[in-house]
């Protein structure tokens, strides 16, 4: 099995796509892993079936692709594999991440990437939903990009306040994690660094306040954008399976976790990819010169 035995079969005009013909459990040649990459970079977020995946081979295809995250502050991970986040939920532990967002965005350098490993679904219910937003970018009016263009904005932890302000002693707590997790200043456009192309940089989970606006003027800025962004055109709907595998561009999607499925469980694996080896590799050859 090798690269030339890969398809790739779009799901939408605009976003995702589903690849067949490979065994992700086998130690991949470079060639097939290019080309996994690749289909990443034209459809930003990319789907296997059927892939009975060991935690071993989640790990080893995560770092052909970069370097894995160190444990996750919150979430719990698989045994003896702590860049392996476990996402378990049910009645008892409702999910958080119900909501659009692109991932921590509240830090300096946001992840490239995520490869999320289905091992419990339930019957109905829990899909994934993803958002282009080149897509998003490009439909904007000539003005507003305009406007845009030189605009940067606060991200912080955002929905995660809601695990820390309550409870006893929450003031403190929710101090202490504002100081753990920080907050980061982004360019509401960002430019790919594959691809050179712009597109909108600003979530309803972690973006707080556009700089240099007051609030007021801040809060209609950013609902105006979130409404923007939330067009069934610009987006894909996956259906979980068990051994069904997304992996996605974070720099340039969103991401929204449907919880339609409770009181039924519900179990991924998630491995988070800080740098884009690929991308590490063109900017060092061009500092090269």
């Known amino acids: 099995m090798s690269a030339k035995d890969l398809k790739v079969s779009k799901l939408t005009p605009t976003i995702g796509a589903e690849l067949s013909g490979i065994d992700l459990n086998r130690d991949l040649d470079s060639a097939s892993i290019n080309a996994i990459y690749d289909a990443l970079i034209d459809n930003l977020v990319i789907f296997f079936r059927d892939q009975d995946l060991s935690p071993a081979a ?5 770092r ?18 702590e860049n392996i986040m476990v996402l378990a939920n049910d009645a008892k532990t409702p999910p958080d991440t119900d909501g659009w967002h692109a991932d921590v965005t509240y830090q300096a350098n946001p992840p490239f990437a995520s490869i999320l490993c289905a091992r419990e679904v339930p019957e109905c219910g829990g899909d994934t ?8 970018y490009d439909a904007l ?28 002693n929450a003031n403190e707590k929710i101090i202490s994690a504002h100081g753990r997790f920080g907050s980061a200043v982004h360019p509401v456009v960002m430019h790919h660094p594959i691809t050179g192309r712009p597109y909108l940089f ?3 989970g972690f973006t707080q306040h556009i700089v240099g606006l007051v609030a007021r003027q801040s809060r209609r800025l950013i609902t105006y954008l979130l ?13 979980w399976q068990n051994g069904s595998i997304a992996m996605w561009d974070n720099r ?14 519900r179990c991924m694996h998630r ?16 500092e090269a010169g």
């Open 58 to 62: 989640h790990l080893r295809l995560a």
């Open 64 to 81: 052909s692709f970069g370097e894995p995250q160190p444990p996750h502050p919150v979430y719990p991970h698989v045994e003896d594999f």
């Open 129 to 136: 939903q993803w958002a282009n937003m080149y897509a998003a």
């Open 141 to 168: 009016p000539d003005g507003m990009k305009a406007d845009l263009a030189d605009m940067t904005a606060v991200h912080d932890l955002g929905d995660f306040r809601n695990n820390f302000a309550t409870g006893p």
């Open 202 to 204: 600003v979530n309803e």
């Open 227 to 239: 409404d923007h962004i939330n067009r069934p055109e610009y987006q894909v709907r996956f259906r």
């Open 252 to 265: 340039v999607t969103q991401h929204y976790a449907v919880a339609d499925y409770l009181p039924a469980s």
């Open 271 to 286: 491995i988070t990819v800080i740098n884009d080896a690929r991308a590490d590799q063109r900017a060092a050859l061009a």
